[in-house]
């Protein structure tokens, strides 16, 4: 049975989270009844990762199994056309059948957008963090490589987190500034329950001048999340991206991650995002 990879954006803040769940609206439950209405057969798909209610993505990437013939189009145009505005397809793609959405990825990509100045904005409510206290980020900045490796990140996790092991790998964490707004950019093998929205709150923190630079090092060798900061809200969270082996033949990066999405999360591109909000 042939195996489909799709690859998919969203904005969460009208929806329950990525996981199926009854009586409300959730990414999965809108994508399976849209690929079902494609394929004329049941379907279900399994995603690359889990996100939370009122989180974003730019990249998931699910699969799906099924013996329905359409072309790498129509599952894109057909989906799209039964799916509510604010999920999308932006492409799909036959894969080998040992490829696995969740299990075959080397690394996950987030970004966290923060929008801070004392004026809040009605534009980016929904899809930037709002932060009213100046944030220095040379602070912020000096803070992330202490958390750089590999560590138990018990600290960073939420207490309903189901993961058997809380250590991970988290491979690169960078901030960047740009007017009113800060970017966040997280990299891991994978992640943890509200760890990246930890990981930000942590920053924040610092930022704020409420703790040193050295403090996030305290905490994570703590290993107690009551030692952490607040949790950053959901809304300035996007799941970025998804990194397979080149084997898989997914496409490129730069084929599906171009233009604006609504928040300012391509500072790390280098593109002018005055007109998205503001």
């Not at 279900?44 to 099924?66: E, K, L, N, W, Y």
């Not at 912020?140 to 018990?154: E, R, Y």
């Not at 790998?169 to 960047?176: E, F, H, K, P, S």
Request: aromatic content about 8%; overall charge neutral; proline content about 5%.
């Amino acid at each position: 049975m042939p195996r489909i990879a799709v690859g998919v954006e969203y904005d969460g803040s009208a929806l329950a989270g990525w996981q199926s769940q009854l009586d409300q609206p959730s990414v999965q439950s809108h994508l399976e009844q849209a690929l079902t209405q494609v394929a004329g057969v049941p379907v279900q798909v399994v995603g690359a990762g889990r996100t939370d209610a009122g989180v974003h993505s730019r990249g998931q990437v699910a699969h799906f199994d099924t013996d329905a013939l359409r072309s790498e189009r129509g599952w894109v145009l057909g989906a799209n056309t039964h799916l509510p505005a604010s999920i999308a397809l932006r492409w799909a793609r036959e894969v080998p059948d040992h490829f696995h959405a969740r299990y075959s990825a080397l690394s996950r990509t987030y970004r966290y957008c923060i929008f801070n100045r004392y004026r809040r904005t009605a534009l980016a409510a929904s899809r930037a963090s709002f932060v009213h206290r100046a944030l220095d980020i040379e602070p912020m900045q000096q803070a992330a490589p202490l958390l750089l490796g590999t560590h138990d990140f018990s600290a960073f996790r939420a207490a309903e987190c189901q993961a058997k092991s809380p250590v991970r790998n988290l491979y690169a964490l960078d901030l960047v500034r740009q007017g009113d707004f800060i970017v966040v950019q997280v990299r891991a093998n994978a992640f943890l329950h509200h760890m990246v929205r930890n990981l930000v709150g942590a920053l924040m923190a610092v930022g704020r001048h409420e703790q040193p630079p050295e403090w996030v090092t305290q905490v994570l060798q703590g290993r107690d999340r009551k030692l952490n900061a607040a949790t950053a809200p959901a809304a300035g969270l996007y799941f970025w991206k998804v990194d397979y082996p080149v084997g898989f033949g997914m496409p490129d990066d730069s084929a599906i991650m171009q233009g604006p999405v609504g928040c300012p999360a391509d500072l790390f591109d280098q593109v002018d995002l005055a007109h998205v909000m503001v």
